[in-house]
């Protein structure tokens, strides 16, 4: 075997499972299609549960540095740090969860430096794959060995077409070109218009139309693209640095087939509109990390591996909901103008804000055990503060850098399957590695112990 477990891509997913799989005790290998990272924009933030996800891995500063650039960014281009619902800025961040600002090549190096001392092979396409009885083959250029692969590996995942993954969901309604142009003359004002949406704004101009116009290619065919939608002429004489995205959704059914697995875009693939990809994805890597750790060292059996689907796929089936209902608010006609307004009304009322803002972060995302539990056990934890038997005050996730299960208890005990931590100032509470509530204060954790460890 060359490793435990092979990582396909490089990509923000791949570099935190790559670490979270070194942390749990597993010796990954890293074999990534580009040379050097991509510098593409894609994505700007991440939302509570995926900037917990770091903090509880000690890259809460790194995260805070970003945020102070990636603020200024965001305001520029969209006028307001509220966050949207199918462009709708009205969403107010929730003030007792976080959120991080920042810019996704930018990720990729906090990512890349957490993931130092993994192997990361760069240059690798993976263009095969088999697995037998004892583990999988992996081709790029040379053959490498191992007991799990895990397709990190984007939207278009070899790693799922070479296994076989069916690949269920929606086709494309809209598609959007966004990126920085020069026009010649007067531009139409931003808005909705009968045939799509022209926007524009700081440094970013962009269009939303039917996915079944002509795709444009040149600055003329941008040109063509505004006036279908505005029925405005312009020049366009320079477009450059153009992102485009479109809006199917879909999902595989089992994130696992034997010894290959998916996680992030490989897994799921929906419209970028209100920005959760990413979340999805590190939360998946968080999820999977641990478990696939476990199987390896042989603390579990590979069925245990099953949870990762059980838990992270209705996750991923809740964005893909909300994305379609996005896309749905984004198309162009009097009918969608009208139940815009009425949405954006309702977005007015303080509980239905909150509401729009809980389905974006996905903090009410909520995992069945296999035992019975009553809520919160099977959220998230939030960070809060702690205070230890000394008086001593500490955050939640300064405990956590260890990737090991803890257990906050207000009695003197030892427990070695688990970090163990005293505390005064909130009842008793056993998290797992990915900061989900395994038990919370009633009767025995030992089901949950064993359970999970
Ligand atoms: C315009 C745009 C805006 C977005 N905005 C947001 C946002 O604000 N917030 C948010 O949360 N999400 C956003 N997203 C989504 C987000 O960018 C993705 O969800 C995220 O990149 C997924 O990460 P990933 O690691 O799963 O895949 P990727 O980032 O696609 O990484 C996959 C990696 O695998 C490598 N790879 C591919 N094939 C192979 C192969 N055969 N062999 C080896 N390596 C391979 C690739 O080179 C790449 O490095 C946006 C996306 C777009 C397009």
């Known amino acids: 075997m060359d490793a435990d477990v092979i990582v396909v891509g490089a990509g923000p997913v791949g570099l935190f499972l790559a670490a979270e799989l070194k942390l749990a005790g597993a010796e990954p290998l890293v074999l990534e299609r580009l040379e050097t990272p991509s510098e593409e ?24 540095e970003a945020d102070v650039e990636g603020t200024k960014d965001l305001t520029r281009d969209h006028g307001t740090t509220r966050g949207h619902f199918a462009s709708i800025f009205k969403i107010e961040p929730r003030e007792d969860r976080p959120r991080t600002n920042i810019w996704q090549p930018e990720l990729e190096r906090v990512l890349a430096k957490h993931a130092e001392g993994v192997r990361v092979l760069r240059g690798q396409p ?10 999988v083959a992996v081709t790029a250029g040379q053959t490498w060995r191992a007991k799990y692969v895990v397709g990190c590996d984007g939207g278009r995942s070899t790693v799922r077409k070479l296994a076989g993954f069916a690949f269920p969901g929606t086709p494309a309604l809209l598609r959007t070109v966004a990126g920085q142009a020069r026009f010649a003359g007067t531009v139409p004002p931003p808005g909705r218009y009968a045939g799509g949406a022209f926007l524009h704004g700081g440094s970013m101009v962009g269009i939303t139309e039917p996915a079944s116009n002509p795709e444009p290619v040149t600055p003329a065919d941008f040109a063509a693209s505004i006036r279908r939608i505005t029925g405005a002429d312009v020049v366009v004489e320079e477009f450059r640095e153009e992102r485009r995205f479109g809006d199917q959704a879909r999902q595989v059914d089992d994130y696992r087939r034997g010894r290959v697995l998916l996680a992030g875009d490989a897994a799921h693939v929906h419209s970028p509109s209100g920005g959760q990809g990413l ?11 641990w478990k696939l750790g ?12 099953d949870t990762y689907t059980r838990e992270r796929h209705p996750a991923g089936e809740a964005v893909l909901r909300n994305t379609r209902a996005q896309s749905a608010l984004l198309a162009p006609g009097p009918h969608v103008d009208a139940l815009r307004e009425i949405v954006a009304e309702l977005m ?32 998230h934890c939030p960070d809060f503060e702690i205070v230890d038997e000394h008086g001593h005050p500490s955050r939640l996730h300064e405990h956590t850098r260890t990737g090991r299960g803890l257990l906050l208890t207000t009695e003197q005990m030892t427990e070695p399957r688990v970090d163990v931590v005293r505390v005064t100032n909130t009842g008793p509470l056993l998290l797992r590695p990915d900061g989900v509530i395994a038990w919370a204060g009633e009767g025995s954790p030992a089901t949950a112990l064993t359970t999970w460890f």
């Not at 009322?349 to 009553?374: H, I, M």
């Open 348 to 379: 007015d009322l303080p509980e239905a804000n909150k509401y729009f803002a809980d389905l974006l972060s996905g903090v009410n995302t909520r995992y069945d055990f296999p035992y019975p539990a009553t809520k919160p056990v099977g959220q």
């Open 41 to 64: 924009p894609k994505a700007r933030g991440l939302g509570a549960l995926a900037t917990e996800a770091l903090w509880r891995r000690g890259l809460g500063a790194q995260l805070a």
């Open 279 to 289: 979340n999805l994805g590190l939360l998946d890597a968080a999820n999977l990390g």
């Open 294 to 305: 476990a199987v390896v060292r042989g603390d579990k059996p590979e069925a245990f591996l």
């Open 126 to 135: 993976v263009t095969a794959l088999e697995s037998d009885v004892d583990g």
